[in-house]
């Protein structure tokens, strides 16, 4: 069965950034693309972007655009999202999901982010 | 840029009952790229039906998509108690974007 285990928790400050990790299981880094999501609390789903690991290209909605990075370390074989200058409005449980391009078939855990003064 | 607006918001029924899921479009899609996907409180997303009509592994059959163009369906055959949660389109194409969500409570 297909993991993606998200990094812990993380409580940040107005206008620092957050790095939030994803590591699959098996061979999915290098077959799969892999999407972020974000669920505010209480939300809906909202779509951040996504990239496929063996391109390395990645996609990113328009409305975090400027705002976040989405990148795949080989090394490692861990994708990861990077969203800067957080507000309030930005804290959410952040899932990564196997699938780009396709259906979302194998979830994260999801990271909670809270932006704290 | 596409929106996809479910309705109804909320809808109230009773175990055994049918329900009846809608997710319409701002414009025409391609439906190979339109999923669904249940959530439970607490709990990640799960994938339902992929291009529109096809079940994922280990889903029950009362659970049925269809659709085409602007309007598609998210069908529960017999409500089960476990099928109380809220309820997600998803066009994965390429401009890609989720439904607001239906919840499915107890009447």
């Known amino acids: 069965q297909v993991q993606l285990v998200q990094s812990g928790a993380e409580v940040k400050k107005p206008g620092s950034s957050v790095k939030v990790s994803c590591k699959p299981s098996g061979d999915t880094f290098n077959t799969y693309g892999i999407s972020w999501v974000r669920q505010a609390p209480g939300q809906g789903l909202e779509y951040i972007g996504g990239i496929i690991p063996g391109f390395g290209i990645p996609d990113y909605a328009q409305t975090f655009q400027g705002r976040v990075t989405i990148n795949a370390d080989h090394s490692t074989s861990t994708v990861y999202m990077e969203l800067t200058n957080v507000k309030s409005d930005d804290t959410a449980v952040y899932y990564c999901?196997?699938?780009?391009?396709?259906?979302?078939?194998?979830w994260g855990q999801g990271t909670l982010v809270t932006v704290s003064s | 840029e596409i929106v996809l607006t479910q309705s109804p918001g909320t809808l109230s029924l009773s175990p055994g009952e049918r329900a009846t899921l809608s997710c319409r479009a701002s414009?025409?899609?391609?439906?190979?790229?339109l999923g669904w996907y249940q959530q439970k409180p607490g709990q990640a997303p799960s994938l339902l039906i992929y291009?529109?009509?096809s079940r994922a592994a280990g889903v029950p059959d009362r659970f049925s998509g269809s659709g085409s163009g602007t309007d598609f369906t998210l069908t529960i055959s017999r409500l089960e108690p476990e099928d109380f949660a809220v309820y997600y389109c998803?066009?994965?194409?390429?401009?890609?974007?989720f439904g607001q969500g239906t919840k499915v409570e107890i009447k």
């Open positions: 998803h066009h994965y194409g390429s401009s890609r974007t």
């Open positions: 414009q025409s899609v391609n439906s190979r790229y």
């Open positions: 999901a196997r699938g780009f391009g396709g259906p979302l078939d194998s």
């Open positions: 291009d529109a009509s």
